[in-house]
Nanobody, 115 residues
């Protein structure tokens, strides 16, 4: 089973940037379509961006033009570059595969954007 470990979150002012990382274990990580999800307090977890094994990406309208997902298959890692952050981006961010059933969720990484 692939294990996922997210890192890179923190507290940032509106307009700032953060870069998240998600390290996965297991030989099949690189063939999976992966995504970044987020869960804000009192809200359901939502999928914000995806990347296929070949690097094709897709974004939710709320983050399009501000967030960039990428991956390094040699390192079993995916990244999320977040620019022009807004207070509404505040959430715990998780990575996981897009297909169901999901892999075991990691602990996530907290992103807090102050106004």
């Amino acid at each position: 089973q692939v294990q996922l470990v997210e890192s890179g979150g923190g507290l940032v002012q509106a307009g700032g940037s953060l870069r998240l990382s998600c390290a996965g274990s297991g030989s099949t990580f690189s063939i999976r379509t992966m995504g970044w999800f987020r869960q804000a307090p009192g809200k359901q977890r939502e999928l914000v961006t995806t990347i296929t094994r070949d690097g094709i990406t897709d974004y939710a309208d709320s983050v399009k033009g501000r967030f960039t997902i990428s991956r390094d298959n040699a390192k079993n890692t995916i990244y999320l570059q977040m620019n022009s952050l807004k207070p509404e981006d505040t959430a715990v961010y998780y990575c996981n595969q897009v297909a169901s059933p999901r892999l075991n969720w990691g602990q996530g990484t907290q992103v807090t954007v102050s106004s």
